[in-house]
Structure formats: C-alpha cells, structure tokens
C-alpha cells in the first residue's frame, strides 16, 4: 500500500504557472474554473491563450469565456494574462508554450473522433512536456448557470494509487469562497462477469471495503477535510461511477494522474476515458508529463 505521507500526494500543489488555451466551446468554462481554483490555492496565476483560426467562427463564444473567466480570477485575486494569436496549428502553438508553465490545464471535447483523429486537447496530452490536466463537461451553452464546484466524486482503488486525485480535490475545496463542500471516495468492488451475485458475501469483498473504509480515514485526517467514503458492486467500475454522479447530483469527478493514452486505448477505450465521455457532470483527468 502507497504511504499516505504528504510527499505522495501527486503533482497539483505548487502550480505557480497554469496555461489555460481556450479555444472558444462553451464546456471550456470548467476547465477555466478548475485552473483558477487552483491557482488560487497555489498562489500562483493563469496565462488565457486563445489561437485564432480564420475559419472558424468561435470568436463569439470565447469573448464570453474570457470575460467569465477575468471576473471569476477578480472574485478570487487570482492574477490573470491573456495571449491571443493567430495559427492554423492551435495544438503546435500550445505546445511551444507549454514548457514554461507547471501545468496546462485545457477543455476536452467529449466526442470520439476527436481523440482518435487527434484534436486539440488530444494533441496536447501526447505531446505537452508538462502535466496535462483535460476537463470536459455536458455544457452545451453558456446561457447555463454555473454550478460551484461544491459536490466533488472521488473514484479511488483500495491501495490509495490515485492520492493525487485526493490532492486535487482538496485544493478546489481550499478556496475562501467554497463553503459548504461535500468530497465522497468511491470504490467500486467490480464483479467478474461470470461471479453470481452471491459473491458479495464472499469474506475477501468484506476485508476489501474494511481496508477501503480505514484508508478514506486516514486521507481524511491527513488532508484536514471530512471525506466520505462510499463503496458500491457493480460488473464495470466505469459505468458504475457514471451512475453513481447522476445518482447523487456531483459537481464534478475528479481521476487521479495517468499516462498517456497510445492510440489503441483511445479506440478501445479505457474507464477513465468512459468516465470522461459520459459523466453527467465535468471530469477533471490528469496525464502525467
């Protein structure tokens, strides 16, 4: 089992340098609410880079995101730079910047051929020289209110292998105009296909949620922050944390630090990415530099 010192706690504090592309679709409003939060809890700031492309008409829509996102950085004293430039190439351009900044913090779109066929945020995840953090979202249109991040889901494996997802969630939770927060681990005990459901009597399913149940503890008191640990069955873990979010009405779904996906993962798919691609609430997915 992972050591549950402070040292262990991923890569998302000390962040004094967030890159934040937007390149003008309304669910990027999470992604530049995610990346103020934290700079907020690092002191550190956000640089906005938008690349203009001549062809396409999103320009509308990210002056909305820009205007949002300089008074969301006002209401959190959190220092702010926009950069907007013209490049047939947004990904290469985000790339070529992306080595003087801690992190890089960008909107995904939840559709499949974009991440086969190699998107923006796609492209940066493979090829970025820093963390790569990708938040999609359900919005659809900025007319919709958005909801504080109050109501944060945790899927976590027994052995505490995603603590930097934990370090996140405690840094969106650190900001002086988040009250009323609710942080809920989930573990889900997944059943073979082929094991009845009779199984769940079975004494090693019991020692798994005991160990689970006195791990959450500990982050818990570590952290400084009540989290509650839930433990659900179910045949696939990703579909049961999808369910779970829609049940229970979260803010947002946070997974831990991963590698970079190969092309036959993004194909095929992988739970994190199920997760991404269907949670009715945003999704904060970090890859690994």
């Known amino acids: 089992m992972s050591s549950l010192s402070s040292e262990d706690w991923g890569t998302f504090l000390g962040f004094d340098k967030i890159l934040l ?12 609410e995610v990346a103020l939060y934290l700079a907020e809890c690092s002191g550190g700031h956000v640089k906005i880079l938008h690349v203009k492309r001549p062809a396409v008409g999103v320009e509308e829509t990210y002056d909305k995101l820009r205007e949002w996102s300089v008074g969301k950085a006002r209401e959190l004293s959190v220092m702010v730079e926009v950069e907007e430039i013209v490049d047939e190439a947004p990904a290469d351009a985000i790339l070529e910047r992306a080595n003087a900044y801690d992190l890089v913090v960008i909107g995904g779109r939840r559709r499949l051929r974009e991440e086969v066929f190699g998107g923006v945020s796609s492209k940066v995840v493979r090829g970025a020289p820093r963390p790569v953090m990708v938040v999609t979202s359900p919005i659809a249109d900025l007319e ?13 494996r027994v052995g505490m292998e ?3 997802a934990v370090k996140l969630a405690v840094a969106l939770t650190s900001s002086a105009t988040t009250k009323d927060f609710v ?37 818990s008191r570590l952290a ?9 069955v179910g045949r696939d873990a990703g579909r049961s944390i999808v369910s779970f979010a829609r049940e229970h009405d979260f803010d947002l779904v946070v997974l831990g630090e991963r590698e970079k996906p190969g092309p036959l993962e993004v194909l095929l798919g992988t739970k994190a990415l199920y997760v991404s691609r269907n949670s009715p609430c945003s ?5 690994k530099a």
């Not at 400084?224 to 659900?232: C, K, Y």
């Not at 999704?283 to 890859?287: D, E, G, I, R, T």
């Open 162 to 164: 995603d603590l930097g």
């Open 283 to 287: 999704v904060a997915l970090v890859y």
């Open 21 to 32: 592309p937007l390149e003008g679709f309304a669910a990027e409003v999470k992604a530049a």
């Open 224 to 232: 400084a922050r009540p989290i509650e640990p839930q433990v659900v």
């Open 183 to 219: 942080i809920v681990a989930l573990h889900v005990v997944t059943l073979p296909l082929a094991t009845p459901a009779l199984a769940l009597d079975d004494e090693s399913l019991k020692e798994e949620e005991k160990v689970f149940l006195r791990e959450v503890g500990q982050l």
């Open 144 to 156: 919709e209110k958005v909801r504080p991040l109050k109501r944060i889901l945790l899927p976590l």
